[in-house]
């Protein structure tokens, strides 16, 4: 008889534990962090926010609805981890982010797809297309900041429109890492095209951009876009016959 009960008392207590309601879960990850949920449903363990969003240096991003599955085992070390996916507008996130003491998330093998037409602050009439692809191994926020990174990111299919036609820029691609200062450094290089381009760009998180590359066009690219015309006021010539740009935006 006494083994009967113990059997029906983990069966209840297996069922309380499954029925924690997901607010729980949303206050785990939430929690002293800088991620903020709304319209949560679903349980602790699986769960749903209608909209998410993160704040980054008082700034705050979008990133729509998210859905969680949470890692039993990680609450015991006080660091609760969860597999989410996130959807908003074409852009999606999938990765396990885990939140930690002292306002820390942490995501970790996480891919990231959004179309580059989403991109905005880009100079009037300039208009991009293509799709950004990116692998993160590691990224960390600490106190609203970017304190690690570790990924790669790629841009393919990539057009331009300038106000007067559209340009087929070809394929580049990037390796993600953090500046000591907790900006974003990508270092760059095209993977196919009429874009010869290598260098770097640091994006802190509060805005701007620093760019420091070298390139070549195509003849016919450098045709297209009247090159000789405007190349010689925002670029230096190398000795190697390449172009250098270096500049804070």
Known sequence: MIRWIALGLLFWLAFVVTQIPATWGGYL?????????????????????????????????????????LKPLSILTLKPCAVVSTDFER???SGTACAGIGGSITLTNANI???????????????????????????????????????????????????????????????????????????IFSLEGPIDLAGNVVMPLTGGIRIDTNFTFTETFARDVQADQWLPMVAEPLDDGRQRIKMTL
């Not at 990850?29 to 008082?58: F, H, V």
């Not at 990539?158 to 559209?166: I, V």
């Open 91 to 93: 852009q999606q996130i």
């Open 29 to 69: 990850m939430t929690n002293g962090t800088p991620l903020a949920l709304s319209g949560i449903s679903g349980t602790l363990w699986r769960g749903k926010a209608n909209m998410a969003s993160i704040q980054i240096d008082g700034r705050h991003y979008t990133l729509g609805s998210l859905d969680w599955t």
């Open 113 to 187: 797809s959004v179309p580059a037409g989403l991109i905005q602050g880009l100079p009037e009439p300039s208009e991009i297309t293509g799709q950004l692809s990116s692998h993160i191994e590691t990224l960390k926020l600490s106190d609203n900041k970017l304190k690690a990174l570790k990924g790669n990111l790629s841009w393919t299919k990539a057009r331009l429109n300038n106000g007067q036609m559209w340009l087929n820029l070809g394929a580049f691609a990037a390796d993600l890492s953090a500046t000591a200062e907790g900006h974003i450094r990508a270092d």
